[in-house]
């Protein structure tokens, strides 16, 4: 029988609970340290261009770590894995938070970004080894929902908290979360990987499982959107706060309040989705998605340089992107895990590794080619829209006759919490997944 057929090892609710609690200490670990990063540069006596390459190598172990930690959770199981790679953002965390020079910082810094690069990956495996479809689909918008609680009130946080206490505090804050998230994986997570296969450990076979994946046109096609569109926001991560402390004029505390513009029109998009995801099905909705990442960057691009940087015309299409972002994210992510049950740790991977290598990118074009954050933004992000637009559009699958779901599957994301309890929903889907009989001219002559 195959995993997502068997019964769930814990339920929904409690997947998406646990999968948003350890996804959301990697953006959480950005959003606190952005509104910080102007005063870092008097702080260590260096430039904006060295502080943001503490923001170059955060991203850089992130996507690279994903390609090892997602085939290890195929190989040995999803929660030891998650405790050792966690294990190492707290060893980050701490050495950043001590840190005496930018050097140490980048170090810290890195062994950061190496550590939360267990929970992308492994987020969405736990989904994948119990759901698909629909329900995988309801559970990371779901995800997506509790995810943006972090990041929206994470930039005030780490502005008050760097304004009251220094920088050092902010890091204090990531290595008490970072213990939470161990602990949670210790006591709380069942494991649900229950299959493992050391030989997905071997480097041959990790390249092969890669290889599999890149060869595919829906998932390059779904990892791609996810890449430019998510990776828009990181690459905006680099640049906002200069543009908005810098150029704009807000303060450290000014701007956190700001970034509430985002979390909200993601906030706003994902409880629509859920909406929405009861009527249609999720990947319908990424192309409804792009259409507001266009119009984000077609502002960044033209409007932004007719009208003067303020905090209306910088963060509307900020808002638009993130908007955006939330109809395209259930569809592209469901599509690229739905076809790879026994590699799911490694398509987690990859997909984690397209998204964050997309603000890596990003930043580091923007970081290479421009002096000026400000025109960094305006041209990067346009650039990171318009491709997103063209591999949704280019690698569109030939149409084919897709086959009728399975009842069991529609059983499933019925009431899969028992929330309903009343089983009307799960015979009514049973009953229009049965196979018709012809009808007959009477039939038909009495409708």
């Known amino acids: 029988m195959k995993p997502s057929a068997a019964a769930p090892m814990m339920s929904e609710m409690r997947t998406a609970v646990i999968g948003a609690f350890i996804v959301a200490l990697g953006p959480v670990s950005l959003a606190?340290?952005?509104?910080?990063?102007?005063?870092?540069?008097?702080?260590?006596?260096t430039t904006p261009a060295a502080i943001n390459l503490t923001l170059t190598v955060y991203f850089f172990g992130f996507a690279f770590a994903q390609l090892v930690c997602g085939p290890l959770s195929d190989a040995y199981g999803r929660r030891p894995v998650a405790i050792g790679f966690f294990s190492i953002y707290l060893a980050g965390s701490l050495v950043a938070a001590w840190s005496p020079s930018i050097g140490w910082?980048?170090?810290?810094?890195?062994?950061?970004?190496?550590?939360?690069?267990?929970?992308v990956a492994i987020s969405r495996a736990i989904v994948r080894d119990q759901f698909t479809g629909q329900t995988s689909a309801r559970i990371m918008n779901l995800i997506g929902l509790m995810l943006a609680v972090g990041p929206a009130v994470s930039p005030t946080l780490g502005g008050m908290t760097a304004s009251a206490f220094g920088w050092h505090a902010l890091f204090v804050i990531?290595?008490?979360?970072?213990?939470a998230v161990v602990l949670t994986l210790a006591l709380a997570t069942r494991e649900t990987n229950l299959a493992?296969?050391?030989?997905?450990?071997?480097?041959?076979?990790?390249l092969t499982s890669y290889g599999v994946l890149l060869r595919d046109r829906r998932f390059l096609r779904a990892g791609l959107v996810l890449g430019l569109t998510t990776g828009g926001l990181y690459t905006l991560a680099s640049m906002l706060p200069f543009v908005m402390i810098d150029?704009?004029?807000?303060?450290?505390?000014?701007f956190g309040?700001?970034?509430?513009?985002?979390?909200?029109?993601y906030t706003i998009g994902t409880v629509i989705v859920g909406r929405l995801l009861r009527r249609f099905e999720a990947s319908r909705l990424i192309s409804a998605g792009l259409v507001f990442s266009l119009s984000a960057a077609l502002w960044f691009a033209v409007g932004l340089r007719l009208l003067p940087p303020s905090f209306a015309t910088v963060m509307v299409p900020v808002a638009l992107w993130a908007f955006g972002i939330a109809l395209v994210m259930p569809g592209v992510t469901t599509n690229a895990l739905a076809g790879f049950p026994h590699i799911a740790g490694a398509a987690a991977a990859m997909t984690g590794f397209m998204q964050i290598g997309g603000g890596l990118v990003g930043s580091a074009v923007g970081a290479a080619f421009f002096a000026d954050p400000f025109?960094?933004?305006?041209?990067?992000?346009?650039?990171?829209?318009?491709?997103?637009?063209a591999a949704h559009a280019g690698l569109a699958p030939r149409p084919l006759r897709a086959a009728p779901p399975a009842a069991e599957d529609l059983m499933a994301a019925a009431d899969p919490a028992g929330i309903v309890g009343t089983g009307a929903e799960e015979a009514m889907l049973l009953e229009e997944a049965r196979p018709r009989e012809p009808r007959t001219a009477r039939e038909d002559a009495r409708t």
Do not use: E, N
Request: hydrophobic fraction near 55%; aromatic fraction near 4%; include cysteine.
């Open 32 to 45: 606190l340290y952005t509104p910080a990063m102007p005063a870092l540069v008097g702080a260590f006596g």
């Open 105 to 119: 910082l980048l170090a810290g810094r890195a062994l950061q970004g190496v550590g939360v690069a267990a929970g």
């Open 174 to 179: 990531m290595v008490v979360y970072g213990l």
């Open 196 to 206: 493992p296969d050391r030989a997905l450990a071997r480097p041959a076979r990790m």
């Open 247 to 254: 150029r704009v004029g807000l303060t450290p505390t000014g």
């Open 257 to 265: 309040l700001s970034m509430l513009c985002q979390t909200g029109a």
């Open 375 to 389: 025109v960094a933004m305006t041209t990067v992000l346009p650039i990171m829209g318009v491709l997103a637009a």
